[in-house]
Every structure is written in structure tokens, then in C-alpha cells.
């Protein structure tokens, strides 16, 4: 008896062992990029967009703890925004930094935290991989192998749980893993405990009170879910989905389906009082999920009812999933016609992940199987590798097998959930992450076969029952099985995650200098960065002090303006502040960023700026940040969102052929005037600063311009991030005989040592007026304390006469008058 202890006991740490071993790999891969995250002693770099708005959230929270930031004034200038995600994410995190650091952590400590945290869990997740492995097969070699699986898999998964990568992502996939792991115990354990309605009637609780606790756990881990990304009725859809279609497999086989409403109830009701006490979800608010939770609430029991009704009538078990789809077809007709809130809910389910327009410009929300806007499978094998399609195999076998003989309810379960994720995967790629588990899991099903035809359950019986390892015992299949699995299920994983994890994303060093420099070098807002702002009344917007202003850069970069730079921006990644159209070319194109950028002057660029705004008197922003891939690639991204690309490119014949080559009406746009021409000849907008020069495709569109356009652009790249200001312009006014073509000029030089002449022209109807945006006697206290600047005072020449003229930074700001 205690060497069968013994044993068990051995073979458990073995298991614990490889369970752990997992974890570690898991947490070096994602922590190989350290020297790219801490980059300076000062300056730690998160990956991404997202990760950036964590930390501003986190920080806040730390700074008026345990308060959430509700409403945040600090962006989507001049709205504000409520608080867009979930809170549990940033809440945990804050709570464990704040007792880390005795409720006065350092920024170091905050950063340190923030920064190993998404790797600490991507790592986690092997632990609720192996189990829901091992509970869905009844088997742990294949929980051991799907831990193993899970801990290389490359691509999103690993994308967005590498160090620094500090987003809630990583929370869903490990959430979502959990809530299915619950789950598939507790259906084992019904199913091993079998209780009906009937049961509880009569309190013979026994077999209930042995499954009510995995119950339990299923809801509240869907409650941790729900509340840590604003999506999270998603997955309450899928354990909806699955439920109902048990209750069918479960009626068609002449088993109880009280189980199944009992435990829909209690996931779902747990759910629901953790939504109703959450006091906001974020971004898709609280509507939805209440909705969804209630529908199943009250739907579970119906379908039961059903069932027991057909039963109790002995009515052909056919009927069933016939009457089901007659009622909810009924159901979506009269929710149509009588409830249009209910029908609405229905609409926005069905179409949860559905993108169009400048939308399919978000690279996460972009289809799977699409690279470069054509199918391509490229993306299916950068995300899983073999995986992927060893996966596949998994579910085609699980499936004949479901159809041949009865299926257990975990196995249809894995299914299920397995054919969702691939459906929201498909629409949007962002999913590949949470499919990552479902492909380790499949494919550590798959590979345990492989290992077990090939002979080593035998072998390892035969171990077990001698107690000793005979070398002789080992054949040829044994080894080959091996290989095939280090080969062709790990290696390909393993050699692709090394790779990617080589590097985190993030801002690269040009943008860090830019924020860095808006932060020292331009006025405060007159808001406190770290304030708990009051959420405006509804209908009401937040009044902002009359010193503040927003920054408008393509929506990107929103999150680096406002966490590195701490200045508001006008977009952000949230889209807010994007402007344009969203369904169709003939609504009204709103103002924002893309109507900004895409503008095809400089009064209809400025009358966007300030139409941003909802004070007449004021503009929607100050500063201008751009850089060259808005200039150059992601040009098409903002247009995109206006729905109207046409003939910003045009085909043009070449030595190398037709060839597509940026336009007129590119060249026109306020992008091209500001990046590509450096706001030359531009009456309220001027360059103040421009970060270091980086290799890009900027002297590309400068050549074709040249070629086309008879231009004489300088053929060099230029700064990659460049800061222009909007300003009213001092307006110099004089004398020119009439029909005298009249210049006004002046060079600049940057702050990187790069010089461009800066002029306007005109014909003198006997006067003359240029409204000019450089002051050439530098800057002012309390101002913009630029490093662009005029090299001396502007030149007026027409004829023979030439004129000087100094103008002062007040004479531009206030726009003064000043006679020559």
C-alpha cells in the first residue's frame, strides 16, 4: 500500500515537474526583449498602443487609490472620454503594486511591475491548459503535452503577453481558459452526479451539492472575464451556444437536460450580479452583457422545459431542435416587429466582430486570412505554425467521432468552443490568441495518439509494472514517434517564438523624442495629469480651463501624446477624434484626424480644426504631430476612414511598367503640406520641431513628385516625426506698385541642422498682405520653446527693392498687424 503511494506520488511530481518546467520556458521567452523594453535608466518603453493606456490607468489609479478612472479629460480633446476599458485588469494590477510598494509605490516599482506582468501571465496559462486538457480527455499526458504546447506557441498569443505588452489580452485568453476549465469539470461531474429539478424539489441534494461548486467557479471565473474586458459577453455566447446545443444531443439520447439549466442559471446569475455591481464595463458599456445574461437566464429553463414536456408526451425527439429553430425564428420576427431594443441586441450579437471601412484598417480587427487586403494563409501559420493544421486534424477526428458514437458533454464543449474562436478568428485576427489554446490542446490530443500507436502505453506499463527501464525495450517506432513530436509539433512553435520574441514593438526612438520634447518644450494644459476627473453630467461636456488644447496626430499615436508626452490628443486608439464616415461615401465627413490629414488646402484643413471644436472662438487643436508613415503608408489608412480613396494614387507608365505612384490629390492634402513640404508657403502652420532622421520611403514620393510635377524638392529623408504648431499668423502689410509680383521669404533651420526656405507670392493690387507663421526673434516665456526657427528676418523683394522685416512670436500669436 504505501509503495503504490509512493508510486502515485513520484508520478504526480513528474507531472508537477513538467508542469512547472512549462511555466519557466514560458516566462524566458517572454522576457528575452529586456534591453529593448528598459531602455534608459529614465525611459521604459511598453509594447504597442494599449499597453500605454494601462499604464495611465494604473498610475492614476495608484495616485487616487483604490479609485478608477472613471472619465479621463487627458484625451479625445475636446470631449473626453469615459473610461473605455474594463476595469479588473488595471485594478488588479494597481492593488498588487500598491501593496508591493506599502501604498506608496515608486514609479520604478510601478514600471517594473506593469512591464513583467503580461509575461507573468502568458505564462500562468499553462497551468489551466494542462487541466482542461486533462479533464476534457481524461488523460494526463495530454494536459502535460498541451501545457508544453501552449507555452511556445508563437504569434499573437505570444505578441501580446511578451514583457512589456502590458494589455488586458492576455487576461482574456487566460480568463476564458479558466472559465472552460470549470466548466469541463463541472460537466464531468454532473454527468458522474446526475440531479434533476425533481431532486432538488424533493431536497435530495446530495449529487447537486458535489457539482454546485464547479458551478460556482464557472461563474465567477466568466465574472473575472466579463469584468476585465468590455467585450466579455462574447464568451458567455459561446457557453450559451454550447448549452443549448447539449440540451439537444441530450434530448435526441433520451438523457436529462435539468442539469444544464441549473448550471446556465448559476454561471449566468453569478455573471449578471458581478456586471450589475461593476459600476462601468467600458467601451460596449454594461447594456449588452445584462441583456445577454438575462436572455440566457430565462432561456436555459425554457429549453429544459421543452425537453421535459416532448418527454412527458412522448413526442418524436425530431421535433425538438425543430421547435427550438421555429421558436427562435419566431422570436427574432417578434422582437422585430414589437421589441426593437431586443431585435437590436440580437443584430449587434450576430455581428460582434463585423469590420468595414477604415475599421479594416485596425490591424487586430483586420480578417485572418488576409495579408495585403488578399487571402493568404501566411498569417494562420505565423500564428500556430504545424499547430494549426494538426489542430484541424484534431477537430475533423473529434467530430466523426461525436457523429459515430455518443460524445461526452466536455468534448462537444471543446467543439463548440473550438468553432467560435475560429469564427470571431476568422473576422477578426485578433482572436488567433485565444485559439492558440484550442490548437495546443487539439494537437496534444493528436500527438498522445501518435505516441500511443506508436507503442509506448505498453512500454510504459511495462516500466511501471517492473519498476525498471530496460533499454532493450525501446524500438524503432518509439524513437520515431518522439522525433515526430519535437519535430513537427515543437520545434516549428519553438523556432518561431525565439524569433519573434526577439523584439517588443512599441514607440520607436523617434517618437520617444518627439513626446519627450512636446512635454518640455510646450505649455501645460492647465490640467492635472494625475487628477480624478469629475464625469460630466449626462448631456453635459467637461469644461476644459481656457489654457488647454489638443494635439492632432493620426490616431495611433494618441496614447504616446498623452502617456510619454502628457499632452491631450485629439485621436486616439480608441478611434475616437477620427472623424470621417463610417457606412457610407454620402454621409456627412465629420471632422477629425482623417478629414484633417486628408484636407485639400489649408483653409479646409484649418476650417476642420476648428469645426473639432464646439466653441467657434477656439480651435480643436494647437500642435500637429506627424510622421513620415502617415506621409507615406498609413496614408491610405486615413483616407480609408473618410470612405473616399479615389485618385489620392494614379497609374503612370514606367521603364518597369505600369506602375501606381502617389497623385495630385495626394500632394494636395494637408499630409503631404506639412510632412513631404514642410509647411512651406502655409500661412498659420509652422514647423517647431522634428525628431532625427530615420530610413523611410519619403524620398520616393519626393522623386515622383519631382518627375511629374517639375518640382525641385530636395531628395532626402527629413525628420521622422515632425511638430508643427497652428497659430493665427502675423499679418505684414505694405506697399507694391500694382500688378508687381511681390515675394516674401525666409530660411528656416531645424533643430537637427537641416535648412528649407519658407515663401509666399502675390500680385500687388497697390498693397500687399501675407499672413506669415514664423516669428523671427525666437521664442517667449510660457510659449512654444521651438528649435525651428528662421535664420534671420523675412526678405520682401518685388522689382528691385528688398525689405526686411522682423517679426515678433506675440505679433504671431496675436496675430498683429505690422506695416512695412
Known amino acids: 500500500m504505501a509503495d503504490e503511494t509512493n508510486k502515485k506520488l513520484r508520478n504526480s511530481l513528474l507531472y508537477f515537474a513538467g508542469i512547472f518546467l512549462a511555466f519557466l520556458i514560458a516566462l524566458y521567452i517572454r522576457t528575452i526583449p529586456d534591453a529593448s523594453v528598459f531602455i534608459s535608466a529614465d525611459f521604459v518603453r511598453f509594447g504597442g498602443n494599449d499597453p500605454w493606456y494601462h499604464l495611465r490607468n494604473v498610475e492614476n489609479i495608484l495616485h487616487n487609490f483604490p479609485q478608477m478612472l472613471w472619465f479621463d479629460a487627458y484625451t479625445n480633446y475636446p470631449y473626453g472620454t469615459e473610461q473605455i476599458f474594463a476595469p479588473l485588469f488595471d485594478m488588479t494590477l494597481a492593488t498588487i503594486i500598491w501593496i508591493l510598494g506599502f501604498g506608496s509605490p515608486s514609479q520604478d516599482l510601478i514600471n517594473t511591475v506593469c512591464v513583467y506582468y503580461p509575461a507573468f501571465l502568458g505564462a500562468l496559462l499553462v497551468i489551466p491548459t494542462y487541466f482542461t486538457a486533462k479533464w476534457v480527455f481524461d488523460d494526463r499526458k495530454i494536459g502535460l503535452l498541451a501545457a508544453i504546447l501552449i507555452a511556445i506557441a508563437p504569434g499573437q498569443f505570444l505578441s501580446r503577453s511578451m514583457m512589456g505588452f502590458n494589455d488586458h489580452h492576455i487576461s482574456e485568453t487566460l480568463l476564458s481558459t479558466i472559465t472552460a476549465m470549470f466548466l469541463i469539470m463541472a460537466l464531468k461531474t454532473s454527468r458522474k452526479n446526475v440531479f434533476s429539478f425533481e431532486d432538488i424539489k424533493n431536497r435530495d441534494l446530495t449529487s447537486f451539492k458535489r457539482t454546485l461548486p464547479y458551478f460556482v467557479l464557472t461563474g465567477l471565473g466568466l465574472s473575472a472575464y466579463m469584468t476585465a474586458w468590455t467585450g466579455g459577453v462574447f464568451f458567455a455566447f459561446i457557453i450559451g451556444v454550447y448549452i443549448a446545443i447539449q440540451h439537444i444531443l441530450d434530448h435526441m439520447n433520451n438523457r436529462s437536460t435539468d442539469h444544464l439549466a441549473v448550471a446556465g442559471i448559476v454561471v449566468f446569475a453569478i455573471a449578471l450580479v458581478a456586471v450589475l455591481i461593476t459600476p462601468q464595463l467600458g467601451g460596449y458599456g454594461k447594456s449588452l452583457p445584462i ?472 500680385v500687388s493690387d497697390g498693397t500687399y498682405s501675407f499672413t506669415v507663421p514664423y516669428s523671427t526673434l525666437g521664442p517667449i516665456e510660457g510659449e512654444t520653446q521651438f528649435d525651428t526657427m528662421p535664420v534671420g528676418p523675412y526678405k520682401i523683394i518685388y522689382g528691385n527693392v528688398v525689405e526686411e522685416v522682423d517679426v515678433s512670436e506675440r505679433d504671431v500669436l496675436d496675430g498683429n498687424v505690422i506695416e512695412v
Open 291 to 762: 441583456k445577454g445574461l438575462l436572455a440566457g437566464i430565462f432561456a436555459f429553463p425554457i429549453l429544459t422545459g421543452l425537453s421535459l414536456t416532448f418527454k412527458k408526451r412522448d413526442l418524436n425527439k425530431y421535433y425538438y431542435p425543430g421547435s427550438i429553430l421555429l421558436l427562435s425564428i419566431m422570436g427574432i420576427l417578434m422582437a422585430k416587429l414589437l421589441l426593437p431594443s431586443v431585435y437590436s441586441l440580437i443584430i449587434r450579437v450576430s455581428s460582434f466582430f463585423l469590420t468595414s471601412g477604415g475599421a479594416l484598417t485596425i490591424a487586430e480587427a483586420s480578417p485572418l486570412l488576409s495579408s495585403g487586403g488578399q487571402f493568404s494563409l501566411a498569417p494562420f501559420w505565423g500564428n500556430f505554425t504545424t499547430l494549426g493544421y494538426i489542430s484541424l486534424i484534431a477537430i475533423i477526428y473529434l467530430g466523426y467521432e461525436a457523429f459515430k458514437k455518443n460524445n461526452t458533454p466536455e468534448r462537444t464543449f471543446l467543439l463548440v468552443w473550438t468553432f467560435m474562436i475560429i469564427w470571431a478568428m476568422l473576422q477578426q485576427n485578433r482572436f488567433a490568441y485565444y485559439y492558440s489554446v484550442n490548437a495546443a490542446i487539439l494537437s496534444a490530443f493528436v500527438g498522445i495518439k501518435i505516441l500511443e500507436l506508436a507503442g509506448w502505453t505498453d512500454l510504459l506499463e511495462d516500466i511501471k509494472l517492473k519498476d525498471k527501464f530496460d533499454i532493450k525495450n525501446i524500438k524503432i517506432w518509439h524513437i520515431l514517434s518522439v522525433l515526430v513530436i519535437l519535430l513537427v509539433f515543437m520545434y516549428p512553435s519553438y523556432s518561431a517564438s525565439m524569433q519573434q520574441s526577439q523584439y517588443t514593438g512599441g514607440p520607436n526612438g523617434y517618437w520617444i523624442e518627439a513626446t519627450t520634447w512636446l512635454n518640455s518644450n510646450t505649455p501645460d494644459p492647465g490640467l492635472d495629469y494625475y487628477e480624478s476627473y469629475e464625469v460630466p453630467a449626462e448631456g453635459e461636456s467637461y469644461q476644459y480651463p481656457d489654457t488647454a488644447y489638443g494635439v492632432m496626430s493620426w490616431w495611433d499615436y494618441g496614447h504616446w501624446i498623452e502617456v510619454i508626452g502628457h499632452r491631450i490628443p485629439n485621436a486616439n486608439p480608441f478611434q475616437q477624434g477620427v472623424g470621417g464616415r463610417r457606412n457610407s461615401i454620402e454621409e456627412e465627413n465629420k471632422p477629425g484626424a482623417a478629414t484633417f490629414f486628408t484636407a485639400q488646402s489649408e483653409e479646409e484643413a484649418t476650417a476642420v480644426l476648428e469645426a473639432v471644436h464646439p466653441d467657434p472662438e477656439k480651435a480643436g487643436a494647437r500642435y500637429i504631430v506627424s510622421d513620415v508613415e502617415m506621409a507615406t503608408g498609413k496614408f491610405y489608412a486615413m483616407a480609408a476612414w473618410t470612405l473616399d480613396t479615389a485618385d489620392y494614387y494614379i497609374p503612370v507608365q514606367t521603364d518597369q511598367g505600369m506602375q501606381t505612384v502617389p497623385g495630385p490629390r495626394y500632394y494636395n492634402s494637408m499630409e503631404s503640406r506639412l510632412h513631404i513640404f514642410d509647411a512651406r508657403g502655409l500661412k498659420q502652420y509652422r514647423m517647431v520641431h522634428e525628431s532625427p532622421v530615420g530610413n523611410s520611403a519619403e524620398t520616393g514620393y519626393k522623386n515622383v513628385y519631382n518627375a511629374l510635377f517639375q518640382g525641385n524638392l530636395a531628395l532626402e529623408n527629413t525628420g521622422y516625426v515632425k511638430i508643427f504648431e497652428y497659430v493665427e499668423g502675423a499679418q505684414i502689410v505694405g506697399e507694391a506698385p500694382e500688378g508687381e509680383d511681390v515675394t516674401i521669404s525666409v530660411t528656416v533651420l531645424t533643430n537637427i541642422g537641416r535648412t528649407f526656405v519658407y515663401s509666399q507670392s502675390t
